[in-house]
């Protein structure tokens, strides 16, 4: 520990802290921009460029930025000294004019850390004027928008590409006043491996990454009487939604959620757990048959679509690893346009569905045409957790007061199994649940599996079922998952099964959720909050959702068979 004196305050603090930590635990908040702390993925971003959280420690002739400055013995600080405070707004000013002042209708207007510091700091004027930069808008991919106009160089982005997600699209180009981040040569997002994680739009402090706004196309279809508009809700936004209406973080709105989507005038509100608890029932009949027959172990999960879109880039000698099953939200889509269509005759050109996701990147998997079944698109428009908030107060719904209502049938029922695909290790446990029912022929009493539960990024353990050891690893975060694909290529490897998620804290912390970055208790309450949903369930194992066993023994047939193969499979290409 060292002293250091902070506003006249003497403190404690350990010797490997900041100034801006040491700030926090003083009781004094130094304003900041460009820092960022993820502090359960180990992760700082640290580039000390915006300058804003400038202070005077005695002694020193110049100022010094407290994200990046260790304390040490006896340093005294003030933190918002005249000189100090000048250089932060100087700092911000310079921000400021070059930057575009469209706030009324920027997607991040009163969401923008750049505007709400500017707020916070009484900015009324800015003195500097001259030429400001004007570039080209990257909306060149389904999923995110890049505009380097609201960018502030703050570098957030980047490190989340590069350090947490290790794809290494975005860095720093050119010098100057002409500085821009983004892919090398400046391509076009879409001709980059970008695989749409989401990771840079959930820490872009301003509108300079964004996800693609799809709201309008939805608006569209609920008002074209020729269309006949489903829906389908995530695991993970029943968890999140409620945050954009105020509620606590961790709160459940299920109920509301369902009551808003059929006020907003869809004609069936359905879930995504349904096809989750279907993926479950295809996804362990192909491990087992992989484990039985001699086929490629591990088989890892397919349903997160930045991880397909990872190793499909950077591990093409992989790509027979993954599960060929279609990820839920593609399957229910298929389910709505092939049984749902058919039981209520109508003719799936007139259906729309639209997913409501906490992902950016199944924005761009929805439109991989390989997933499509007779020249039809399976879910036609992706919107997210945000968006979807956004629709809610459009339409000028008070969602807090709405009540609770249940998903439409058939294709709404679900069990705890597939609740829990929203989190990290939740895939597999799902998958355990229902291979340990097939494996033993009984009936299993302890659903609940601690030993796949937790938020470490790189995770383990060893399921014995009949005798039996399964050995089954986790990863959530692409820097995670590239270990764990990395010790499969060496042959180090020795599971049989794997769970991926791209996003930290797995769906929960999506890239299109509510904006959550650099707080980790967010994540944390969601994730309690979706075993909370699992355990309010009445059936929490995917193969005994009733509804689900109807669909094969009437439509499908045999698990893993022929048509439910032709169906719900794909395959990946390097
Ligand atoms: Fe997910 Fe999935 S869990 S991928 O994280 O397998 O997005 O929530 O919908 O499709 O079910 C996301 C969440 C989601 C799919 C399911
Ligand atoms: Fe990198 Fe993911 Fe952003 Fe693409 S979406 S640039 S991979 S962080």
Redesign the pocket.
């Known amino acids: 520990y060292v002293k250091v004196t902070i506003n006249d305050n003497e403190i404690e603090v350990p010797r490997e802290y900041t100034i801006l930590k040491a700030s926090v635990e003083a009781g004094v908040k130094i304003p900041t921009l460009c820092y960022l702390d993820l502090h359960d993925l180990k992760m700082i971003n640290r580039t000390a460029s915006c300058r804003v959280c400038m202070v005077e420690v005695k002694d020193r002739p110049n100022l010094a930025p407290a994200c990046s400055t260790p304390v040490n013995d006896g340093m005294v600080i003030v933190t918002h000294s005249n000189r100090a405070i000048k250089a932060r707004r100087m700092s911000v000013e310079l921000l400021l004019s070059n930057h575009p002042t469209d706030c009324l209708i920027c997607p991040r207007n009163l969401r923008c850390e750049l505007q709400a510091l500017a707020n916070e700091l009484n900015i009324r004027e800015i003195d500097y004027s001259g030429k400001m930069n004007e570039f080209h808008i990257d909306s060149s991919s389904q999923a995110l928008i890049k505009n380097q106009n609201k960018c502030i160089l703050c570098r957030r982005c980047e490190t989340a590409c590069n350090e947490i997600q290790t794809c290494g699209i975005l860095s720093a180009l050119n010098r100057g006043f002409e500085t821009i981040v983004g892919p090398a040569f400046n391509l076009p997002m879409v001709e980059t491996s970008c695989t749409y994680c989401g990771a840079c739009v959930a820490v872009c402090p301003t509108a300079a990454l964004t996800e693609a706004f799809h709201v309008p196309k939805v608006w569209e279809a609920l008002n074209d009487p020729e269309k006949y508009v489903v829906v389908q809700?995530?695991?993970?936004?029943r968890v999140a939604l409620g945050e954009l209406f105020g509620m606590e973080e961790g709160s459940i709105v299920t109920g509301k959620m369902v009551s808003a989507l059929r006020r907003l005038g869809f004609d069936q509100v359905f879930d995504?757990?349904f096809?989750?608890d279907v993926?479950i029932v295809e996804e362990a009949k192909e491990l087992l048959h992989r484990i039985n027959d001699g086929g490629r172990l591990p088989m890892l999960?397919s349903?997160?679509?930045a991880w397909v879109s990872f190793i499909e880039h950077q591990f093409p000698d992989l790509v027979d690893i993954p599960s060929t099953c279609k990820?839920?939200?593609?399957?229910?889509g298929t389910l709505i346009k092939t049984y749902f269509a058919e039981k209520m005759n109508i003719d799936p050109a007139k259906i729309v569905v639209v997913?409501i996701?906490?992902?950016i990147?199944?924005k761009a998997e929805a439109a991989r045409t390989e997933l499509s079944i007779d020249h039809h698109d399976n879910v036609d428009i992706v919107v997210s957790t945000r968006e979807l908030g956004a629709m809610i107060k459009e339409a000028g719904i008070d969602f807090n007061k709405l009540p609770d209502e249940e998903f439409d049938h058939p294709l709404g029922e679900s069990t705890g199994a597939?609740v829990i695909?929203?989190t990290t290790g939740?895939?597999i446990e799902a998958a355990v649940r229902t291979l340990h029912e097939w494996m033993t022929g009984e009936e299993l009493k302890q659903v609940d599996f601690q030993a796949l539960r937790g938020i470490d990024g790189l995770r383990e353990a060893i399921i014995s079922i009949n005798g039996k050891d399964l050995k089954i690893g986790i990863a959530h975060g692409l820097g995670n998952a590239r270990q764990l694909l990395e010790d499969i290529r060496s042959g180090k490897s020795n599971y049989h099964a794997i769970e991926i998620?791209a996003?930290p804290g797995?769906?929960?912390g999506?890239g299109?959720q509510p904006y959550h970055f650099g707080n980790d208790k967010i994540v944390k309450e969601r994730q309690k909050a979706i075993y909370r949903e699992d355990e309010n369930k009445n059936i929490r194992i995917s193969h005994r959702n009733p509804e689900v066993q109807k669909l094969y023994q009437t439509y499908l047939g045999e698990p893993y068979g022929e048509k439910a193969y032709r169906l719900l499979h794909t395959s990946f290409a390097p």
């Open positions: 809700t995530a695991p993970a936004i995504t757990d096809g989750a993926t999960t349903c997160c679509p990820s839920p939200h593609i399957i229910l997913s996701m906490p992902c990147a199944k597939s695909f929203g939740g895939v998620m996003c797995g769906c929960i999506g299109g």
